[in-house]
């Protein structure tokens, strides 16, 4: 079955980078495009954007364009979010999610990890 | 950007009560529209796609309609494991946007 298997939680200062794993298994890693989402404490889910798992192309939102950096390694499965220069308000869990073509929608996720940005 | 707007934001209910979620887009997204649950420390459930297609799995009291900018998605007799928080989500266009959720408690 599809599983996506993040990294642990992370505490780190301001300023800071930050890097967050998500390793699939059970599918073709390369044929759908992995997405990443994000919760703040107490506020909804935010998209933050996606990766082409085929060409290794991203696709950023835009209130994140410059801070974020999605990359790829194909030969373990796994697709990676760095965050660079981290603000108090970029704690929140970080989700990495599959892409189905069905309904253009994101139909597994993973468990999702705890990022901490404080001083 | 489109913005999606879920009413109400939280709902008190029983559980057999029937359940109903409103989901407005500020432009027409045909319908490119899909609802989440979320529950506290768990990963997000994929629940109906392309705003009326119920995902395989998904328990049958689940339902969904509408399309271009207003959604509907109901729980017909709300269960114990149902208390959590739902989304929208519209994949019409880029950024893909969430609705800011509504919590059935």
């Known amino acids: 079955q599809v599983q996506l298997v993040q990294s642990g939680s992370e505490l780190k200062r301001p300023g800071a980078s930050v890097t967050v794993s998500c390793k699939a298994s059970?599918?073709?890693?390369?044929?759908?495009?992995l997405h990443w989402v994000r919760q703040a404490p107490g506020q909804g889910l935010e998209w933050m954007g996606w990766?082409?798992?085929?060409?290794?192309?991203?696709g950023y939102a835009q209130g994140f364009t410059g801070r974020l950096v999605f990359s790829l390694d194909t030969s373990v499965n796994t697709a990676y979010l760095q965050i660079n220069g981290l603000e108090a308000e970029d704690t929140a869990v970080y989700y990495c999610?599959?892409?189905?073509?069905?309904?253009?929608?994101?139909?597994?996720w993973g468990q999702g990890t705890l990022v901490t940005v404080s001083s | 950007d489109i913005q999606l707007t879920q009413s109400p934001s939280s709902l008190s209910s029983s559980v057999g009560d029937r359940v109903t979620i409103t989901c407005r887009a500020s432009q027409s997204i045909s319908n490119n529209l899909n609802w989440y649950q979320v529950k506290p420390g768990k990963a997000p459930k994929f629940l109906i796609s392309a705003a009326l297609r119920v995902q395989l799995g998904v328990p049958s009291r689940f339902s969904a309609s509408g399309s271009g900018t207003a959604f509907t998605l109901t729980i017909s007799t709300l269960q114990p494991e149902d208390f959590a928080t739902y989304y929208c989500q519209q994949s019409y266009s880029s950024p893909w946007t969430f609705g800011q959720g509504t919590k059935v408690e």
């Open positions: 990766m082409n798992t085929d060409t290794g192309k991203p």
């Open positions: 999610a599959k892409y189905t073509a069905a309904g253009e929608a994101l139909d597994s």
């Open positions: 059970g599918y073709t890693f390369t044929k759908y495009a």
